[in-house]
């Protein structure tokens, strides 16, 4: 039996069960204890497991990280809270130059298997700062592994997965998708495999590639242009960042020849490209068309009084639709 | 004036900015009462391990100048401050070096020939002999200082006697993680060593441009933790006041910062030239001279008539024979395998890394890499 939950409720409800099974999961972050997180993803989790097991830390994100790296190595599985993705840079280093290398260093003598969960993205008129999309930056990095859900479903899968990931995991939370809606969740731990993308919706005339808070966008303009025009798009949920899941990217081209890439990130350098260079890798002869972006612009993210301007909107995401398929 | 062999206590408790601790001084004269004891057994292993890891770090120096090693970070000059306090430690306790504390790690257990299969190189170097819990060293500076807030913090969690202890220098007191790691320690009470080799300098920068602080131990004031400054050339003094932070973490009482004062003689790496920011001749002379913590320690063991040279002529050539089966081990060890370098990016290999190896692996049957 499952619950109607919130993509919030299923990341708490996935850290209160690994809490509950495994004496070495802790959660440890700014404001996550007894005030239950900004955004409550841990409420509740610090009155049923203590004080030594959900730490309202200092106010440090290298510390947090960093001491979130000692705790791995000597057998904890923490969880870390950032309170917001553009608080990360402090921590940066601990996690590209420490948590991301431990591993090969020490030639698998010693891991780091670390959950680094953050909102991030745009779209909820949050101050300076609250609304990146760096994915990118971590995507770069080898010995991460990067995930962004896009519903609560998967957010519960695929966090139950990273928890038990023996290597360190971004596990990026789309801040718009928090309580946007509910769906059916399973009571029951399952996992959600880290690599694989999924296809949300079958289509035959051009593939949409999507992920976070932009699969929705994606959705919408999808089912629009089916209304308006009839052409059926297929829409991938990429689920995992890095490393991407190029046998469904390339499948999909295979049967539709078109593809059209939807990120909120910044367009320069941002994984759209990754994305293409796949597709001109592996299936460059069965492409129709030029592969088209819709992402955010190449500017810091604007004043919420016009970061709707900034984010891929549905029309922009049609208009990037019949641009492809008309070609 | 009061004698104690308790220099953490009594530095903390009196609230005021600690003298330097000194047991042994450079004429080897005992001024401080020593509790606990050291017998004659653990002198004589105190001078032949700073014997050994001086012949040691010579030698690395030579190798590189022969071109036989990479570049490399000698430490002559702190070997008290790595054998006294590695000295102090138990076996199952994590230690997270930097890149001139090989000396350390090496009185912990590390295996001679895995430094120089290190600053060879070799992807073996930042291995530690099963069981042991010697971190790689760090290169980014103070970063390390966190990781043994984490390791100690989960020594605490889950019951076990251990303490972290992480190594640093004068020049990490400036960074960010340096102080992160104080707090956190202090927050949480971690069974965690926080010590410092204060050699005067961060490459090229000396302490009075890093700081206004006088002292690095006075910022543990800050984190109500206790901070003390001893000899770093008084093995003694360090090993005693090692011995009694360890014994305050086993026992529940947290972290404490420890300033060692000390003098590294030579460059900062192979690739450095101290000439260019100190009076390089003199300086170096001066702390030999005056301040040298083999030469100190060997002035009261054979003062003691715990020691004669016949003995040291022995020890040395014993050391130099073990070094050398050591760099023949690490010598003939195996070139690393480039296809390697695809290994342990993660637990499981994923298809990009599988795929790139095969590329590689291509490209080296043709023989186009050369």
């Known amino acids: 039996m499952g619950k109607s939950l919130t993509m919030l409720q299923a990341i708490t409800e996935a850290m209160d069960q690994k809490l509950g099974q495994d004496d070495r999961v802790m959660i440890m972050g700014e404001d996550i204890g007894v005030n239950g997180g900004v955004f409550r993803a841990t409420e509740g989790l610090y009155e049923k497991h203590g004080k030594d097991r959900v730490v309202d830390t200092p106010l440090a994100e290298s510390g947090i990280i960093g001491s979130a790296i000692g705790l791995a190595l000597n057998g904890m599985l923490p969880i870390v809270e950032i309170q917001f993705l553009a608080f990360i840079y402090p921590g940066f280093e601990q ?4 948590a991301a290398r431990m591993r090969y260093r020490t030639r698998g003598q010693f891991g780091v298997p670390l959950v680094i969960r953050t909102p991030y993205g745009a779209g909820i008129r949050g101050p300076e700062l609250h609304s990146e999309s760096v994915e990118t930056f971590f995507a770069h990095t080898p010995g991460l592994k990067v995930v962004a859900p896009s519903n609560p479903y998967d957010a519960k899968g695929l966090l139950i997965s990273a928890i038990e990931d023996p290597d360190p995991v971004v596990f990026l939370e789309p801040t718009k998708l928090y309580r946007a809606f509910k769906e059916e969740v399973p009571e029951e731990m399952y996992r959600i495999p880290i690599g694989q993308a999924k296809v949300v919706q079958e289509g035959s005339d051009l593939t949409i590639f999507a992920w976070g808070a932009m699969l929705r966008e994606a959705l919408n303009a999808a089912k629009k242009i089916e209304n308006e025009k009839g052409w059926k798009c297929e829409v991938v949920d990429l689920r995992t960042l890095y490393p991407l899941d190029r046998d469904t990217i390339v499948q999909s081209i295979k049967k539709t020849g078109r593809a059209l890439i939807v990120h909120e990130a910044h367009k320069t350098a941002g994984l759209g490209a990754e994305i293409i260079s796949i597709i001109n890798d592996e299936a460059l002869i069965y492409l129709k068309a030029p592969i088209k972006r819709v992402t955010g612009f190449d ?20 208009q990037g639709i019949t641009d492809t398929i008309t070609f | 004036m009061e004698k104690t062999g308790n220099p953490i206590m009594k530095a903390h408790s009196s609230g005021v900015e600690p003298e330097m601790f000194q047991v042994l001084t450079p004429e080897g004269e005992i001024v401080e009462t020593i509790d606990p004891k050291i017998d004659k057994s653990l002198m004589l292993k105190m001078y032949e391990s700073m014997l050994l890891l001086r012949t040691f770090d010579r030698k690395s120096i030579n190798l590189q100048r022969q071109g036989r090693m990479g570049t490399y970070a000698p430490f002559e000059g702190q070997e008290a401050s790595q054998v006294g306090s590695a000295l102090a430690l138990s076996a199952g306790d994590w230690m997270f070096p930097t890149y001139r504390d090989h000396g350390a790690a090496i009185i912990h257990g590390q295996e001679l020939y895995r430094v120089f299969l290190y600053w060879m190189a070799h992807f073996e170097g930042s291995i530690c002999p099963e069981g042991k819990r010697i971190m790689p060293p760090s290169v980014p500076i103070a970063t390390q200082m966190v990781h043994a807030v984490g390791t100690a913090w989960a020594s605490k969690l889950k019951g076990e006697k251990n303490v972290s202890i992480a190594y640093f220098g004068d020049g990490a007191t400036s960074e960010g993680d340096f102080h992160e790691a104080l707090n956190f320690a202090g927050v949480y009470k971690t069974p965690t060593i926080f010590f410092c080799q204060n050699n005067g300098y961060a490459i090229s920068v000396p302490f009075n441009k890093q700081s206004a602080s006088k002292t690095i131990s006075q910022r543990a004031a800050a984190y109500d933790i206790p901070g003390v400054r001893v000899d770093g050339n008084d093995i003694f003094a360090v ?7 360890v014994e305050r973490a086993l026992k529940g009482e947290g972290p404490t910062l420890i300033e060692a004062i000390t003098f590294r003689y030579g460059a900062h790496t192979t690739a450095d030239n101290p000439a260019i920011y100190r009076e390089q001749d003199e300086i170096s002379t001066f702390w030999r001279e005056n301040r040298d913590p083999i030469t100190r320690l060997k002035k009261f063991l054979i003062k003691e008539g715990y020691w004669n040279d ?37 637990a499981n290999e994923s298809w990009h890394l599988k795929e790139q190896q095969q590329e590689l692996e291509q490209i080296l049957k043709k023989g186009v890499n050369k």
Do not use: C, G
């Open chain 2, 310 to 346: 016949e003995q040291e002529e022995m020890v040395l050539k014993q050391f130099n024979e073990q070094i050398d089966a050591h760099l023949q081990k690490a010598e003939a060890y195996p070139k690393s395998n480039p296809l390697e370098m695809f290994n342990h990016v993660y």
């Open chain 2, 239 to 245: 090993w005693l006041t090692v011995k009694e932070a």
């Open chain 1, 299 to 318: 500017v810091p993210v604007p004043p919420f009084s016009i970061e709707d301007h900034y984010l891929p909107t549905v029309e922009r995401v049609k």
């Open chain 1, 95 to 98: 996690l590209v130059s420490h």
